[in-house]
């Protein structure tokens, strides 16, 4: 499996930045940036992935972060609505 490669993290290790190098068909290699965030007093984990370029990724980094989650064991959680879980 392809995998990713930390490349910072805070202090208190409740933010975590990792890279997953890709090669993109016509357009070559590039990088998706993951980011996590632990939150404080909570079980809940914030994350957000982007391909470095720009260019779309056609739902990689969504069923990289999915197979994770199911890898983990971790629920998913409704989307926060004006700050109340739905």
């Known amino acids: 499996k392809e995998g990713g490669k930390i490349v910072s993290f805070s202090k208190d290790k409740r933010y975590l930045r ?4 890709v090669d993109v068909p016509i357009v ?3 990088a998706d940036d993951v980011e996590w965030y ?3 007093d909570d079980t809940v984990v914030q994350f957000r992935a982007e391909r470095r370029s720009g260019q ?3 739902g990689k ?3 990289r972060l999915e197979a ?4 983990l ?3 998913v959680l409704p989307v926060l609505r ?3 879980r739905a």
């Open 18 to 21: 990792a890279e997953f190098l």
């Open 28 to 30: 070559g290699k590039d």
């Open 38 to 40: 632990f939150t404080p």
């Open 56 to 58: 779309p990724d056609f």
């Open 61 to 63: 980094n969504r069923d």
């Open 68 to 71: 994770l989650r199911i890898r």
């Open 73 to 75: 064991g971790w629920e």
């Open 82 to 84: 004006n700050r109340q």
